[in-house]
Protein backbone atom coordinates (compact mmCIF):
# COMPACT_ATOMS: atom_id res chain seq x y z
CA UNK A 1 0.00 0.00 0.00
CA UNK A 2 1.05 3.54 -0.55
CA UNK A 3 0.60 5.94 1.61
CA UNK A 4 1.77 10.10 1.57
CA UNK A 5 2.06 12.58 4.36
CA UNK A 6 1.48 16.11 4.93
CA UNK A 7 2.20 17.00 8.26
CA UNK A 8 2.79 20.90 8.30
CA UNK A 9 0.39 22.82 9.92
CA UNK A 10 -0.56 26.15 7.70
CA UNK A 11 2.07 27.50 5.89
CA UNK A 12 2.51 31.06 5.77
CA UNK A 13 5.46 33.13 3.88
CA UNK A 14 6.36 36.46 2.54
CA UNK A 15 5.55 37.62 -0.99
CA UNK A 16 8.70 37.24 -3.50
CA UNK A 17 10.23 35.04 -0.69
CA UNK A 18 11.10 31.04 -0.89
CA UNK A 19 8.88 28.42 0.59
CA UNK A 20 9.82 24.66 1.21
CA UNK A 21 6.38 22.22 1.77
CA UNK A 22 7.31 18.92 2.73
CA UNK A 23 6.36 15.16 1.86
CA UNK A 24 7.20 12.16 2.60
CA UNK A 25 5.99 8.45 1.32
CA UNK A 26 6.04 4.97 1.96
CA UNK A 27 5.63 2.93 -0.57
CA UNK A 28 7.18 -0.94 -1.30
CA UNK A 29 7.10 -0.14 -4.88
CA UNK A 30 10.24 -0.35 -7.14
CA UNK A 31 8.66 2.21 -9.49
CA UNK A 32 6.40 4.42 -8.58
CA UNK A 33 5.59 8.69 -9.94
CA UNK A 34 5.49 11.66 -7.60
CA UNK A 35 2.72 14.33 -8.21
CA UNK A 36 2.34 18.15 -6.63
CA UNK A 37 -0.68 19.59 -6.82
CA UNK A 38 -2.01 22.95 -6.17
CA UNK A 39 -5.71 23.74 -5.11
CA UNK A 40 -7.05 26.98 -4.85
CA UNK A 41 -10.30 28.31 -3.53
CA UNK A 42 -12.02 27.61 -6.67
CA UNK A 43 -11.59 23.99 -5.77
CA UNK A 44 -9.73 22.96 -9.11
CA UNK A 45 -6.83 20.50 -8.59
CA UNK A 46 -3.79 22.12 -10.77
CA UNK A 47 -0.82 19.62 -11.71
CA UNK A 48 2.26 21.49 -10.49
CA UNK A 49 5.12 19.47 -11.31
CA UNK A 50 6.16 15.12 -11.45
CA UNK A 51 9.10 13.27 -10.38
CA UNK A 52 9.78 9.68 -11.83
CA UNK A 53 11.67 7.30 -8.90
CA UNK A 54 14.08 7.11 -11.68
CA UNK A 55 14.83 10.24 -12.70
CA UNK A 56 18.10 11.41 -11.60
CA UNK A 57 17.77 14.95 -11.57
CA UNK A 58 15.02 16.76 -9.28
CA UNK A 59 12.09 17.59 -11.45
CA UNK A 60 11.76 21.43 -12.30
CA UNK A 61 8.86 23.64 -13.52
CA UNK A 62 9.57 27.15 -14.08
CA UNK A 63 9.24 28.58 -10.02
CA UNK A 64 8.63 24.89 -8.36
CA UNK A 65 11.40 22.82 -7.75
CA UNK A 66 10.97 19.07 -6.13
CA UNK A 67 13.49 18.19 -3.96
CA UNK A 68 13.42 14.41 -4.40
CA UNK A 69 15.57 12.34 -1.60
CA UNK A 70 14.54 9.15 -2.65
CA UNK A 71 16.62 7.28 0.37
CA UNK A 72 14.50 9.35 2.56
CA UNK A 73 11.60 8.73 0.42
CA UNK A 74 10.94 12.47 0.77
CA UNK A 75 9.68 14.58 -2.59
CA UNK A 76 9.26 18.60 -0.85
CA UNK A 77 8.02 21.02 -2.77
CA UNK A 78 10.11 24.05 -3.37
CA UNK A 79 8.21 27.76 -4.74
CA UNK A 80 10.50 30.21 -4.88
CA UNK A 81 9.96 34.08 -5.16
CA UNK A 82 6.18 33.46 -3.79
CA UNK A 83 3.32 35.41 -5.18
CA UNK A 84 0.17 36.14 -3.86
CA UNK A 85 -1.71 33.99 -6.12
CA UNK A 86 0.24 31.44 -4.93
CA UNK A 87 -1.74 30.88 -1.98
CA UNK A 88 -3.63 27.51 -2.15
CA UNK A 89 -3.83 24.21 -0.56
CA UNK A 90 -0.96 21.95 -1.79
CA UNK A 91 -1.47 17.92 -2.13
CA UNK A 92 1.39 15.37 -2.29
CA UNK A 93 0.55 12.43 -4.49
CA UNK A 94 1.85 9.16 -5.85
CA UNK A 95 1.03 6.31 -7.92
CA UNK A 96 2.69 2.99 -9.03
CA UNK A 97 4.43 3.07 -12.85
CA UNK A 98 4.60 -0.33 -13.80
CA UNK A 99 1.20 -1.63 -13.88
CA UNK A 100 -1.88 0.27 -15.08
CA UNK A 101 -5.56 -0.34 -14.27
CA UNK A 102 -6.16 -0.87 -10.15
CA UNK A 103 -2.57 0.86 -9.75
CA UNK A 104 -2.92 3.82 -11.53
CA UNK A 105 -5.00 5.71 -9.12
CA UNK A 106 -2.93 8.52 -7.24
CA UNK A 107 -2.55 8.20 -3.84
CA UNK A 108 -3.10 12.04 -1.99
CA UNK A 109 -2.00 13.32 1.69
CA UNK A 110 -3.72 15.47 3.59
CA UNK A 111 -2.64 19.12 2.03
CA UNK A 112 -0.78 22.01 3.05
CA UNK A 113 -2.46 25.35 3.45
CA UNK A 114 0.17 27.85 2.19
CA UNK A 115 -0.92 31.86 2.66
CA UNK A 116 1.49 34.41 1.11
CA UNK A 117 1.77 37.86 2.80
CA UNK A 118 2.12 40.98 0.56
CA UNK B 1 -7.51 23.21 -25.83
CA UNK B 2 -10.85 22.84 -23.36
CA UNK B 3 -10.07 21.12 -20.24
CA UNK B 4 -12.29 18.45 -17.78
CA UNK B 5 -15.87 19.69 -17.29
CA UNK B 6 -18.23 18.90 -14.95
CA UNK B 7 -21.52 19.38 -14.50
CA UNK B 8 -23.71 20.37 -11.90
CA UNK B 9 -21.22 22.68 -10.40
CA UNK B 10 -23.24 22.51 -7.20
CA UNK B 11 -26.36 19.76 -6.42
CA UNK B 12 -28.39 20.21 -3.46
CA UNK B 13 -30.45 16.81 -3.12
CA UNK B 14 -32.84 15.19 -0.19
CA UNK B 15 -31.73 12.16 1.42
CA UNK B 16 -32.90 9.17 -0.03
CA UNK B 17 -32.44 10.82 -3.68
CA UNK B 18 -30.97 9.53 -6.41
CA UNK B 19 -28.25 11.94 -8.24
CA UNK B 20 -25.91 11.84 -11.52
CA UNK B 21 -22.51 13.82 -11.69
CA UNK B 22 -20.88 13.91 -15.36
CA UNK B 23 -17.61 14.12 -16.71
CA UNK B 24 -16.46 15.63 -19.55
CA UNK B 25 -12.77 14.33 -20.11
CA UNK B 26 -10.05 16.13 -22.42
CA UNK B 27 -10.65 14.91 -25.80
CA UNK B 28 -8.25 11.88 -26.53
CA UNK B 29 -7.64 11.12 -23.13
CA UNK B 30 -8.17 7.46 -22.55
CA UNK B 31 -8.36 7.05 -18.76
CA UNK B 32 -10.49 8.63 -16.79
CA UNK B 33 -10.90 8.90 -13.07
CA UNK B 34 -13.58 9.82 -9.81
CA UNK B 35 -12.45 11.00 -7.06
CA UNK B 36 -14.27 12.64 -3.49
CA UNK B 37 -13.06 15.24 -1.68
CA UNK B 38 -14.70 15.21 2.00
CA UNK B 39 -13.95 17.47 5.04
CA UNK B 40 -11.43 15.05 7.24
CA UNK B 41 -10.79 12.59 4.27
CA UNK B 42 -8.86 14.23 1.64
CA UNK B 43 -8.96 13.00 -1.53
CA UNK B 44 -9.96 9.79 -1.98
CA UNK B 45 -10.29 7.43 -5.18
CA UNK B 46 -13.79 6.12 -6.10
CA UNK B 47 -13.12 4.55 -9.78
CA UNK B 48 -11.24 4.66 -12.52
CA UNK B 49 -11.83 4.05 -16.68
CA UNK B 50 -9.05 3.11 -18.79
CA UNK B 51 -10.02 2.63 -22.60
CA UNK B 52 -12.38 -0.67 -23.19
CA UNK B 53 -11.20 -1.96 -20.36
CA UNK B 54 -13.55 -3.23 -17.36
CA UNK B 55 -13.13 -0.08 -14.67
CA UNK B 56 -11.42 -0.76 -11.61
CA UNK B 57 -14.34 0.04 -8.49
CA UNK B 58 -12.13 -0.59 -6.39
CA UNK B 59 -12.34 2.49 -4.31
CA UNK B 60 -15.95 2.63 -4.58
CA UNK B 61 -17.66 2.54 -0.85
CA UNK B 62 -21.15 0.82 -1.22
CA UNK B 63 -23.28 -0.52 -3.91
CA UNK B 64 -25.47 2.66 -4.09
CA UNK B 65 -22.51 3.79 -6.07
CA UNK B 66 -21.79 3.32 -9.64
CA UNK B 67 -20.23 5.04 -12.80
CA UNK B 68 -19.96 4.20 -16.23
CA UNK B 69 -18.58 5.28 -19.34
CA UNK B 70 -20.09 5.83 -22.54
CA UNK B 71 -18.22 5.84 -26.11
CA UNK B 72 -14.99 5.80 -23.92
CA UNK B 73 -15.88 9.88 -22.94
CA UNK B 74 -17.88 11.73 -21.39
CA UNK B 75 -18.63 9.28 -17.83
CA UNK B 76 -21.61 9.66 -15.34
CA UNK B 77 -21.31 8.95 -11.23
CA UNK B 78 -24.48 8.16 -9.96
CA UNK B 79 -25.45 8.01 -6.19
CA UNK B 80 -28.15 6.41 -5.48
CA UNK B 81 -30.31 6.51 -2.43
CA UNK B 82 -28.12 9.46 -0.98
CA UNK B 83 -27.14 10.49 2.61
CA UNK B 84 -25.93 12.91 4.43
CA UNK B 85 -22.15 11.12 4.38
CA UNK B 86 -22.43 11.52 0.90
CA UNK B 87 -22.07 14.95 1.12
CA UNK B 88 -18.92 15.98 -0.37
CA UNK B 89 -17.00 17.67 -3.36
CA UNK B 90 -16.61 14.59 -6.44
CA UNK B 91 -13.67 14.77 -8.86
CA UNK B 92 -13.10 13.86 -12.16
CA UNK B 93 -10.02 13.65 -13.72
CA UNK B 94 -8.41 12.05 -16.77
CA UNK B 95 -5.19 11.45 -18.23
CA UNK B 96 -3.58 10.74 -21.57
CA UNK B 97 -2.49 7.10 -20.49
CA UNK B 98 1.31 7.17 -21.34
CA UNK B 99 4.20 9.09 -20.53
CA UNK B 100 4.05 10.26 -16.89
CA UNK B 101 0.50 9.59 -16.70
CA UNK B 102 -0.18 13.29 -14.87
CA UNK B 103 -4.01 13.38 -14.29
CA UNK B 104 -5.91 16.92 -15.11
CA UNK B 105 -8.88 17.25 -12.97
CA UNK B 106 -12.41 18.92 -13.36
CA UNK B 107 -13.94 21.99 -11.36
CA UNK B 108 -15.84 19.05 -9.13
CA UNK B 109 -19.23 19.00 -8.50
CA UNK B 110 -20.13 19.71 -4.80
CA UNK B 111 -22.96 17.65 -3.56
CA UNK B 112 -24.82 18.46 -0.18
CA UNK B 113 -27.64 15.95 0.81
CA UNK B 114 -29.84 17.47 3.04
Not at chain 2, 6 to 23: F, W, Y
Not at chain 2, 35 to 53: D, K
Amino acid sequence: AQKITQTQPGMFVQEKEAVTLDCTYDTSDQSYGLFWYKQPSSGEMIFLIYQGSYDEQNATEGRYSLNFQKARKSANLVISASQLGDSAMYFCAMRELIRTGANSKLTFGKGITLSVRP
Amino acid sequence: GAGVSQSPSNKVTEKGKDVELRCDPISGHTALYWYRQSLGQGLEFLIYFQGNSAPDKSGLPSDRFSAERTGGSVSTLTIQRTQQEDSAVYLCASSSGTGTYEQYFGPGTRLTVT
